[in-house]
């Protein structure tokens, strides 16, 4: 019998997202799926009742990826897979595999030959740097950076010159209630003249999403504590 396909499914980034995170396409593919590897199981549903799910949710399968499963292994999470199951995998927030543990499961999908199918969704790397009006053809995201305030004031000067010596854009993270502790210690860090695009909680009511240079951000210090953000830097 042939395998099942995984689906990876886009989650929305915010509150009250939803319709701007779903097509058509996806809301036919959840009511096609009974089965999900999901990150949070509440998200998850949640999602799924958001995105046009009709299948009543007592019939889903949901196996639950959080950090508090990995160490059990993944293997049960497969079996649906082995049997002709199409699946589907959600993240959190956003798309799986991108800055997400999800990836682990899209390799071993590839490893055992199941059919990997991504469908359309908000990534918010992707959206921070379309806004950005940084450099598209060339960009690395770092994700978190160190937490040691010396080493973290190192890496943000390393990514300052790699923008300017490649001419690439830099993007990283941080953990959001230590979101003005990062920005405070890039405006101490950088070059009057760097750009640094801040891009918070994108998609939302709240959106901040603003390119300046470093001496203009300097002037005015946005409130970033518990925003979802992502930090992007330039020549």
Not at 19 to 38: G, Q
Not at 149 to 163: D, P
Request: proline share 6%; with cysteine.
């Amino acid at each position: 019998m042939p395998y099942g396909t995984l689906y990876l499914i886009p989650v929305p980034l915010a509150e009250n997202t939803a319709a701007k995170s779903f097509t058509p396409y996806l809301t036919d593919t959840i009511n096609s799926i009974k089965e999900y590897i999901v990150e949070n199981e509440k998200t998850a549903r949640k999602f799924l009742k958001e995105a046009g799910l009709t299948t009543p949710q007592s019939e889903l399968i949901i196996h639950d990826y959080g950090k508090h499963n990995r160490a059990d292994g993944t293997g049960d999470f497969f079996k649906g897979l082995q049997a002709g199951n199409d699946v589907g995998l959600m993240s959190e927030a956003g798309c799986p595999g991108i800055a997400d543990p999800g990836a682990e499961i899209v390799e071993k999908a590839h490893r055992m030959g199941i059919k990997v199918v991504p469908l359309v969704g908000p990534s918010s790397i992707l959206l921070a740097l379309m806004g950005s009006g940084f450099n598209g053809q060339s960009f690395t995201f770092h994700g978190y950076l160190p937490i040691d305030k010396v080493e973290r004031s190192k890496r943000i000067k390393e990514l300052e010159n790699l923008a300017i010596k490649n001419d690439q854009t830099q993007l990283f993270i941080e953990t959001p209630f230590r979101n003005n502790p990062m920005l405070e210690e890039i405006l101490k860090t950088c070059n009057p003249t760097t750009k640094l695009c801040i891009a918070a909680d994108l998609t939302s009511e709240t959106e901040l999403l603003q390119t300046k240079t470093i001496e203009q951000w300097r002037k005015k210090v946005p409130e970033l504590h518990k925003r979802p953000t992502i930090f992007l830097l330039f020549r």
